[in-house]
T-cell receptor, first 114, second 113 residues
Framework: NAGVMQNPRHLVRRRGQEARLRCSPM?????VYWYRQLPEEGLKFMVY????????ESGMPKERFSAEFPKEGPSILRIQQVVRGDSAAYFC????????????FGQGTRLTVV | KQEVTQIPAALSVPEGENLVLNCSFTDSAIYNLQWFRQDPGKGLTSLLLIQSSQREQTSGRLNASLDKSSGRSTLYIAASQPGDSATYLCAAFLQGGSEKLVFGKGTKLTVNP
């Protein structure tokens, strides 16, 4: 089992460009969570998805950010028109769901906006 | 709103010392509580998972306890080693509605040789 795979590991974007972050959950996991970690801060919840459904996006900024988890393929976190304040580490986690199972995290994507 | 607090924010100990990291949460409606380790610039490694019906879990030199009624969990590290130096994160998995992990800000541990 390859674990939760995130790519790219590092991403540099100029202000105004789009950033696409990918997350492939562990085999057998149908629940995906995205978190953002700013320097010297804790992990902040962004969005919780199941296959083809957004369950909770209460942590997502209202504009420029979107997420999807299609029936086939990885989950995508998309940030349009990036700004310097978007620079952070973005982590994806997956679980089997039901809330009583362990969540496993990927290595993260470190986004730098220049 | 669930809030998770970790004390202390940073801890420096000599090698070989036993130590305790504290975590408190405000809402007892949780499925489980997880302890993670994060090394600088790296992802999160799951250390221990305690289900809400359990009182403690052990893995090697690590022991985690959970007291749901008081909203507290502790991570005990025995015979600390320099390789234990990392940030330790506690996260509560919320019940009901949207299930998600809510994290504390972590305890940065340094074990000095």
């Amino acid at each position: 089992n390859a674990g939760v795979m995130q790519n790219p590991r590092h991403l540099v974007r100029r202000r105004g460009q789009e950033a696409r972050l990918r997350c492939s959950p562990m085999k057998g996991h149908s629940h995906v969570y995205w978190y953002r970690q700013l320097p010297e801060e804790g992990l902040k919840f962004m969005v919780y998805l199941q296959k083809e459904n957004i369950i909770d996006e209460s942590g997502m900024p209202k504009e420029r950010f979107s997420a999807e988890f299609p029936k086939e393929g990885p989950s995508i976190l998309r940030i349009q028109q990036v700004v310097r304040g978007d620079s952070a580490a973005y982590f994806c986690a997956s679980s089997r769901g039901l809330g009583n199972t362990e969540a496993f995290f990927g290595q993260g994507t470190r986004l730098t906006v220049v | 709103k669930q809030e998770v607090t970790q004390i202390p924010a940073a801890l420096s100990v000599p090698e070989g010392e036993n130590l305790v990291l504290n975590c408190s949460f405000t809402d007892s409606a949780i499925y489980n509580l997880q302890w993670f380790r994060q090394d600088p610039g790296k992802g999160l490694t799951s250390l221990l998972l305690i289900q809400s019906s359990q009182r403690e879990q052990t893995s090697g030199r690590l022991n985690a306890s959970l007291d749901k009624s008081s909203g507290r969990s502790t991570l005990y590290i025995a015979a600390s080693q320099p390789g234990d130096s990392a940030t330790y994160l506690c996260a509560a998995f919320l019940q009901g509605g949207s299930e998600k992990l809510v994290f504390g800000k972590g305890t940065k541990l340094t074990v000095n040789p």
